[in-house]
């Protein structure tokens, strides 16, 4: 049995699982740790939740292997899991980008590097300052 979800353009993920829908694997393709890491962290988050973890097999793999398991007694099956935590995460990022555009423009200052022809010996945290 296999699934194919939508998870953004051009990147497609699979589901490998058997009679169980309490226990499956997803491969997300063209994806990293990235997006590996912050869906493991909101699916384990999640109250139906036994576990979850994720795998990619070869740096060079850009697929991540994503493995969830739920309750015996969970209300949603791993799909539903998988599908509520990539909604929270687009709220997550919807509101970072709202953030981001509301926050007020700091001032135009004056380069904080002014480097000088005889400064070249001064460790390079001062030069930053």
Known sequence: QSVVLLVNQGTAASRA????????TFVIHKEDHTLGNIL??????????????????????????????????????CQAVL??????????CDHMIDTFEKAPVPEQSE???????????KPLRQLLR
Do not use: W
């Open 40 to 77: 493991r962290y909101l699916i384990s988050k999640n109250p139906d939740t036994e576990f979850c973890g994720y795998s990619i097999h070869h740096p060079s793999d850009e697929k991540v292997h994503l493995r969830i398991q739920t309750y015996p007694n969970a209300k949603q099956d």
């Open 17 to 24: 699982g058997g009679k169980d829908a309490g226990c499956s």
């Open 111 to 121: 380069s904080k590097m002014d480097v000088e022809a005889g400064s070249s010996d």
């Open 83 to 92: 599908k509520t935590s990539l909604d929270l995460l687009s709220d997550i």
